[in-house]
């Protein structure tokens, strides 16, 4: 186990022993796809680089104007081109970050159907 996760797996060994809760979301240590509601953001790398970020978004029965933004929680984002998308059919773009980002960054994406948020999965860059 190296010493990242071991210090992850001791603050939460802490915190439930204490009753707190994280809302941390799932951490990154390797490539990997994580969804919420309508929303999947995918990477492809694994430690604190990240070189490509995948957004998919499920559009419903109906044809919509879709797009995403990409952003981490130390300041780096991007937006995903609009697309008019065709009824039950799943728009995906990527975004390029190539950078190494510190252990702990928050990289989320927020998709947009029609101009609404429809899902915001999140997820912990670790090392």
Known sequence: MTASRKIVA??????????IAFAAGPPAAAAGK???HSVCIETY???TYLGRVEVSVTNTN???R???????????????KAED???FRTYRDQAYPQRHFPAGTRLCAEG??????V??????ITG
């Open 10 to 19: 001791w603050i939460g060994a802490t915190a439930a022993a204490v009753g």
């Open 45 to 47: 790398d694994s430690g």
């Open 62 to 64: 109906q044809p919509n």
């Open 34 to 36: 994580w969804c919420n």
């Open 112 to 117: 947009f159907r029609g101009g609404a948020s």
């Open 85 to 87: 998308v065709a009824k």
């Open 66 to 80: 879709i797009s995403a933004r990409v952003w981490t929680t130390n300041g780096w984002s991007a937006h995903t």
């Open 119 to 124: 899902g915001l999965p999140c997820v912990t």
